[in-house]
T-cell receptor, first 114, second 115 residues
Framework: DADVTQTPRNRITKTGKRIMLECSQT?????MYWYRQDPGLGLRLIYY???????NKGEISDGYSVSRQAQAKFSLSLESAIPNQTALYFC?????????????FGPGTRLTVL | DQQVKQNSPSLSVQEGRISILNCDYT??????FLWYKKYPAEGPTFLIS?????DKNEDGRFTVFLNKSAKHLSLHIVPSQPGDSAVYFC??????????????FGKGTLLTVNP
């Protein structure tokens, strides 16, 4: 079974719609992250959370919000989707301390906003 | 300002030969470097890492070299195999001061290994 799962794997939506991407992990890690990948731009950090009560903005948080429902669950929401949010979205987790540098990624969600 | 640069968008090599993927960084606070491999329709997977206290780390066919004075690292794959064909991301972290959570990624290099 996968350690980090994401649902849905693919989603097509229309401009202005609200959409939620979900992430679950069984690794027991406290830290969770949301990234987006665009062609030729690598991975960019949207939000990260060190525990259930700790949420932090990353480098490109505008237009997004997150919810950490439990240690194992971290959701990303687009309140009003726009076409330039079309991208691959990845959830990741990491451990604490020095071991926390290595991050473990989910399989990704391909989001298309028409 | 791109702090981690992978200047080659793509690289093509023959099976059995060496693949060398390069990465440059500008932030002198980076002290831990990682390489991730990504296949289509999958998330990135950790491949190999190196701390700034070392200049080389080897794991089977994969070796990472770090040149701190030049702010340059490279990933060597010997011998290259068709299954190595993937996008390779270089990532860096300033692991001291409690900020080891944050990885800064390069744009990636698409490696194609031809049979």
């Amino acid at each position: 079974d996968a350690d980090v799962t994401q649902t849905p794997r693919n989603r097509i939506t229309k401009t202005g719609k609200r959409i939620m991407l979900e992430c679950s992990q069984t690794k027991g890690h406290d830290r969770m992250y949301w990234y987006r990948q665009d062609p030729g731009l690598g991975l960019r950090l949207i939000y990260y959370s060190f525990d259930v009560k700790d949420i932090n903005k990353g480098e490109i948080s505008d237009g997004y919000s997150v919810s950490r429902q439990a240690q194992a669950k971290f959701s990303l929401s687009l309140e009003s989707a726009i076409p330039n949010q079309t991208a691959l979205y990845f959830c990741a987790t990491s451990d604490l301390g020095l071991a926390g540098v290595e991050q473990f990624f989910g399989p990704g969600t391909r989001l298309t906003v028409l | 300002d791109q702090q981690v640069k992978q200047n080659s968008p793509s690289l093509s090599v023959q099976e059995g030969r060496i693949s060398i993927l390069n990465c440059d960084y500008t932030n002198s606070m980076f002290d831990y470097f990682l390489w991730y491999k990504k296949y289509p329709a999958e998330g990135p997977t950790f491949l190999i890492s190196i701390s700034s206290i070392k200049d080389k780390n080897e794991d089977g066919r994969f070796t990472v070299f770090l040149n701190k004075s030049a702010k340059h690292l490279s990933l060597h794959i010997v011998p290259s195999q068709p299954g190595d064909s993937a996008v390779y991301f270089c990532a860096a972290s300033a692991s001291s001061g409690g900020s080891n959570y944050k990885l800064t990624f390069g744009k990636g290099t698409l490696l194609t290994v031809n049979p």
